[in-house]
């Protein structure tokens, strides 16, 4: 079954891994690195998002609510609502330090930074 943009309502992760992230003005500004479960309420916590730095020197990872991420075909990637200059003060850190505590400080910093409904 479609979600209301046409898009399929499951996905494998492996499929989402790597794919490129764009703002709204089009502008690459990373790519999705990994994503984060919640086993506890069967959900996706937050994509982890890398970009800045060169060759993987100095990249910041961004923990981005999933549902702030919206597929666009034709971009060949995800499309946030966000600006760079958003993206740039947004909460970031090590992969390591994302998933301390199972998450769930990078997560409450995610959804208050960006205002997304929370779905616990």
Do not use: C
Request: glycine share 10%; charged share 25%.
């Amino acid at each position: 079954m479609p979600t209301p943009q046409g898009h399929t309502t499951a996905i494998r992760g492996s499929r989402v891994i790597g794919t490129d992230v764009y703002s709204t003005s089009g502008d690459k500004i990373g790519e999705i690195e990994d994503v984060m479960l919640d086993k506890m309420h069967n959900n996706i916590m937050f994509a982890v998002v890398g970009f800045g730095g060169f060759l993987g020197m100095g990249e910041k990872y961004h923990p981005i609510p999933w549902a702030s991420l919206d597929y666009e075909k034709d971009q060949g990637g995800y499309v946030v609502p966000y600006t760079k200059e958003q993206l740039e003060k947004a909460p970031a850190d090590s992969i390591h330090e994302l998933s301390k505590d199972d998450g769930k400080t990078a997560r409450e910093a995610a959804f208050d930074y960006y205002k997304v409904e929370r779905y616990w």
